[in-house]
């Protein structure tokens, strides 16, 4: 009787193989979602404090109070990289200069109203 039961059980796992691999497929799909979700959660923004430039581009104006910057503008934005900034332009002004924020970008903790320097 035991062979039988065993028979009768091999018969409903090839009759149910089909929901079988449905299930195992399923289960990769989220299993993918949740390791590529999470990764992409960690995308920041940085603005790294301004660095006074060496020497003043030809032609450029500026008054005594005011002074040449690099900024170094990284994380969730279009075209992260280093932009030249007057002393007292604002964060969002960089992050404009960078082609604006991803849809990735976290800026629970950025002030973008902060001067760069």
């Known amino acids: 009787m035991d062979m039988e039961k065993l028979r009768q059980g091999l018969r409903k796992l090839t009759e149910n193989r089909n929901s079988i691999k449905l299930l195992a497929v399923i289960m990769i799909i989220i299993t993918a979602f949740l390791f590529y979700g999470m990764k992409e959660k960690n995308d920041t923004i940085t603005v790294s404090e301004g660095v006074p430039a060496a020497k003043e581009d030809a032609g450029e104006r500026k008054s005594s109070s005011e002074g040449i910057l690099y900024v170094d503008?990284?994380?969730?934005?279009?075209?992260?990289?280093?932009?030249?900034?007057?002393?007292?332009?604002?964060?969002?002004?960089?992050?404009?200069?960078?082609?604006?924020?991803?849809?990735?970008?976290?800026?629970?903790?950025?002030?973008?109203?902060?001067?760069?320097?």
Not at 80 to 106: Q, W
């Open 73 to 117: 503008v990284g994380g969730a934005v279009a075209r992260p990289g280093v932009y030249k900034m007057n002393s007292g332009d604002r964060v969002f002004e960089a992050i404009e200069k960078a082609g604006g924020l991803t849809k990735k970008a976290d800026t629970s903790a950025l002030n973008q109203a902060e001067e760069t320097i």
